[in-house]
Structures are given as C-alpha cells and as structure tokens.
C-alpha cells in the first residue's frame, strides 16, 4: 500500500484557479469512488473538503470542486483566495478495509 | 456537533508502547454508521492511516502497521483507544483521532485537536 502521489507544491495569483492532482492505482483512486479532500493549516487538524470525489460538504465554498479520471483524482480551487494557502491532502479507500492518502500539497496564494 | 479529544503521555521511551485515548463528546461512539479512527502525522510530513474501530469491536489496520497496532473501543465511556507497540524514533508524529463515515471511509470527519507524541529516551 504506497501513498498516493501528489505534487509537492502549486501556487496561483488571487482570482485564478489552481487544480491539485492526485494519483493511485486501479486498487485504490481508479476502483472506487471513495476519494476524499483535506485542507490542512500549519498547527491545525484537517479539514474535510470534498468527499466521494466531488461532494462538498454544507459549509465548504463552492470554489473547491473535486473530480476523477481513471487512476487520478483532482481538486480544483477557483477564484484563489489568501486564506485558501495551506497543505492539501488527498485520501482513497484502497480495498481490504483501508485507506490511504497521498504525500500532500503546499498551496501558495502569491 | 461531534467532538473528539486526544490524551495521553508525550514522552514514550523507545521499545516501550504509545497509549492514546479519543474521548467522543456531542454524540454517541455506537452509532451505527461510524467507524473511530487513527491517523498519524510525523513532523514535517504527511498523513498516514492507522487503523478504525467499528463501536461492536470489528477492528481494520494499516498493513505496514498491523504488527504492531491494536485499537479498541469503550462504549461506556464513549472511548476509543490506541497502543503501538516496539516504538522507535520513527513513531514521533502527531497522532490525531477522526470519525469516519462507512467502512469504505467516505470522509473523515470530525478530527480531534491531535496529540504530539515523541519517541526519545
């Protein structure tokens, strides 16, 4: 069971769009549509952003949309906002009971 | 709404075991479509998954940890808890409970606050 693979680090202006990748195998991102989304602030606990690939739970902006295409799961952030810079972490059921998530992403607000 | 609470020493001695304890409050540990969680988090890096707890005792480990690792719930109390066993430097992370929904583990959610557990003599 390996962590998902996610690019260190993206960074976008405010007011653009930055998209996050995400990327697994057939077992565990490409077999189930059980991918979630994590936004994590330097000393705090994650937060749940988006949930079975594309839902948003009540209270997270609609600027966070989540997607998948074959083996790879994506979060997009649109209309970047200051308060959007932060780490990013993805998680994927990965069979036999369990989870994995992926090595994580530092967005930076430029 | 659902909290969870981490406790437990900070300081455990190599080759010894890491004791934690989640503590749920504003809900109930045996609602039936929840399984408690463990994830770690080493400074510096990423989240790994250890393990959930269905409240009937069912218990689900990460592979690499199995060895090692026992969870087990206290419905009484509203706990669930930890033990990792044979503890070295490499088990010095910040140890964090979470509540996950379904056994395909939809999301986690909520987290507790998390717990810096260093392994050092």
């Known amino acids: 069971q390996s962590a998902l693979t996610q690019p260190r680090s993206v960074s976008g202006s405010p007011g653009q769009s930055v998209t996050i990748s995400c990327t697994g195998t057939?077992?565990?991102?490409?077999?189930?549509?059980?991918v979630s989304w994590y936004q994590q602030h330097p000393g705090k606990a994650p937060k749940l952003m988006i949930y079975?690939?594309?839902k948003r739970p009540s209270g997270v902006p609609d600027r966070f949309s989540g997607s998948k295409s074959g083996n790879t799961a994506s979060l997009t952030i649109s209309g970047l906002q200051a308060e959007d810079e932060a780490d990013y972490y993805c998680c994927s059921y990965a069979g036999s009971y369990t989870a994995v998530f992926g090595g994580g992403t530092k967005l930076t607000v430029l | 709404q659902v909290q969870l609470q981490e406790s437990g020493p900070g300081l455990v001695k190599p080759s010894q075991t890491l004791s934690l304890t989640c503590t749920v409050s504003g809900g109930s540990i045996s609602s039936g479509d929840y399984y408690w969680s463990w994830i770690r988090q080493p400074p510096g890096k990423g989240l790994e998954w250890i393990g959930y707890i269905y409240y009937s005792g069912s218990t689900y480990y990460n592979p690499s940890l199995k060895s090692r690792v026992t969870i087990s719930v206290d419905t009484s109390k509203n706990q669930f808890s930890l033990k990792l066993s044979s503890v070295t430097a490499a088990d010095t992370a910040v140890y964090y409970c979470?509540?996950?929904?379904?056994?395909?583990?939809?999301?986690?959610?909520?987290w507790g606050q998390g717990t810096l557990v260093t392994v050092s003599s």
């Open positions: 079975d690939v594309s």
């Open positions: 057939s077992s565990d991102v490409g077999g189930y549509n059980y």
């Open positions: 979470a509540r996950a929904l379904d056994i395909v583990v939809r999301w986690f959610d909520p």
